[in-house]
């Protein structure tokens, strides 16, 4: 028996035919645009054009990650007396301050200043505008405090403001660190020179030799950081110094393994690739909250940060765009994070980033009203009925469909809504729930008694055709990047068969956050599924004991209100002593 052909072509159409036109035809445009956006960084321009800038750090317990935040931002090449650091503790309860306060002295042995302003608590919205406030740069930039800058990122992302006087804005490239498996100290591991050349995981530092401060046999336990002294191969001068964070156990479990280097490739794809296309398409619809800047008039021209959403960097994003201030993506300009490796703390971060897609965009229709351009049915069957030409029918098309774009790109900065915001909305979020719903109808396929042959040449054509646009993409990052993101893309290039299983995941992560907009009230932190059964469990025995605790107090009450013993009921062996 063969499956009937409205079977057939809405199963292919539905899963292939959308699929390739939506991910696939948009490709070669995106490379070719993406390409002609990326420019070498011009490292001649000279220190004297360079302007001040001044760094924004909000940080609240930061305590593990601080001391490499600032050290790589002491340690950037720019000019001496060009930079200031300004660290704002937005009422940290560990070791962040007093980390943090051991780096003034060597910011000005650097020629940078470091500024450290303490407040209570009050968000990272408010956390950010304290450090704006504060700022007497002609360039801001504002970093994560759990960022790494790369030595040249800080001159990279500036140069873009020296050379093009428009350019108003500009995002960097965050690029996951990958923990590997032994790197890192564990309790009471034994220290030498190859155990910690081993460890050090970016920007170089394989062909050193370490001088360390103790002797061969020396152990550490949890509350060390180690300082690490390294020097050129040959020579006897020490150059500079890093920190090494280190950790429980010598290997990542699978989960770990799987998280950190699909979310490697993610970040390749979607913050390096698709920004650059954007950049040039005038569509970036969120800047990297990790790793922006700005002249210093663009941010007072919106006022700062505003605490309207879980999404401060895409609404300040949405309100340069409004406001016609050119944004550009430097590729050039890398940060690193650390990969996430557990599944709560990523469905935390990506129901917020969609949550905060969603109300963001509800805020851009809201300011800029486009109305609607019906193109109606009955409109066309009148227009072929009267005149007999397919060719008005067209032209009725094409005018109503222009009409709407030209609103779109006077209501904002070049195309923003029509390529950036609608067009995410509508893959994203719309075509969401027809995805969704499909997994359901596959069902029903047995009920209705059609044959399943179909089913999995689909899956696995779908399959074939993300893990051939990733392996596209990546290749096209490969040959633009510099020798430390090839290094790594080399290394973890065959996760991308596994890539298209991350996403997948990732996409529930989005519906989730749908659903969570319609009935939940917006919030920083989102409970992840795991910690959210293991505290439903804990909640429900609580809830049990109280129960039986109630029960059993009501029936005391009862049988007293009744002059019952219960004790004859409770030790029946005591009944006849």
Known sequence: MQDPSWVV??????????????????????????KKTRRKVDKGVKDDALPKVSVVVP?????????????????????????????????STDGTLNKARLFESKAE???????????????????????????????IITIDADAKMAPDAIHNIVVPFVQEPEVGAATGYIEIMVPESGMG????????????????????????????????????????????????????????????????GEKNGLLETFFSRCEFLEYITAFNFERSYQSFAGSIYSMSGAFSAFRREVVGKVGGYWPLTVAEDMHMTMMLHNRQVRIVHVPEAVAYVDAITDYDTLYSQRVRWARGQIEVASMQEKQCPIGREDISLRDMLSIAWQDKSLAMVGKYITTKLSNRVQRLKQCTYRSFNFMGLQRILLVDHTIAFPRLLWVFVLALFPILGLYLYIIPVVA????????????????????????TTRNNIERYFPFILLLPIYRLMTFFFRLSAFLQVLKEPSDWAVEGPVNGFKNGVKEAKNEAAAAKESVVTAIFNLAESRNINLENFLNPGRKGK
């Open 9 to 34: 072509i809405l199963v292919w159409g539905t899963w292939l035919l959308l699929t390739i036109i939506i991910d696939g035809v948009p490709i070669p445009f995106k490379l070719y645009f993406s």
């Open 185 to 248: 100290f564990g309790k009471n591991t034994r220290i030498t020179p190859n155990s910690i050349r081993n460890i050090i995981p970016i920007d170089g530092f394989h062909d050193i030799e370490v001088i360390t401060h103790f002797h061969e046999d020396t152990s550490i336990d949890d509350a060390t950081i180690s300082k690490i002294a390294i020097t050129p191969p040959g020579s006897g001068d020490v150059t500079s110094s890093i920190q090494v964070r280190k950790y429980e």
């Open 109 to 139: 042995s650097h020629g940078k200043k470091l500024r450290i302003i303490a407040k209570p608590h009050t968000g990272k919205v408010q956390t950010l505008n304290t450090g704006l406030k504060k700022t007497r740069g002609t360039i």
């Open 460 to 483: 696995l054509l779908l399959y074939a055709f993300y893990v051939a646009i990733d392996t596209v993409v990546i290749v096209f990052v490969y040959q633009n990047s510099p020798e």
């Open 59 to 91: 940080a609240h317990n930061e305590e593990g990650t601080i001391g490499i935040c600032l050290e790589s931002l002491v340690e950037s090449e720019y000019p001496d007396g060009k930079m200031e650091i300004i660290l704002v503790d937005d009422g």
